[in-house]
């Protein structure tokens, strides 16, 4: 399994391939770690993204995905935030 800051770099990646999202800010140094990412078209249409058990988990609690899947995480969030693909 991948380090945590190295799977939240990936998230915020696997992110951009949807032309909807955009990563608000990455706080790698922060505790815990997390990326913030919302929806171009909304100003409140966003989730803060950390890791927790080997899994990427919103800030409110929702599971996205395991870390090992980075781009299945990152098409969850997308849905959630009522993004298209690019």
Same mark, same amino acid.
């Given at each position: $399994? $991948?380090? &945590? ?14 032309? !909807?999202? /955009? ?5 790698? #140094?922060?505790?815990?770690? %997390?990326?913030? *990412?919302? #929806? @171009?078209?909304?100003? &409140?249409?966003?989730?803060? *993204? &950390?890791? /927790?058990?080997?899994?990427?988990? &919103? /800030?409110?609690? %929702?599971?996205?995905?395991? $870390? !090992?899947? *980075? !781009?299945?995480?990152?098409? @969850? ?10």
């Amino acid at each position: $399994m $991948m380090d &945590t800051l190295s799977c939240l770099e990936r998230f915020a990646g696997a992110t951009r391939r949807h032309a !909807d999202l /955009s990563v608000q800010s990455i706080a790698l #140094n922060s505790d815990p770690a %997390y990326v913030c *990412v919302r #929806n @171009r078209f909304s100003s &409140t249409l966003f989730e803060t *993204v &950390t890791c /927790s058990d080997g899994a990427f988990v &919103t /800030s409110w609690g %929702y599971r996205l995905g395991d $870390m !090992d899947d *980075v !781009d299945a995480a990152a098409d @969850r969030l997308a849905f959630l935030l009522a993004a298209l693909p690019a």
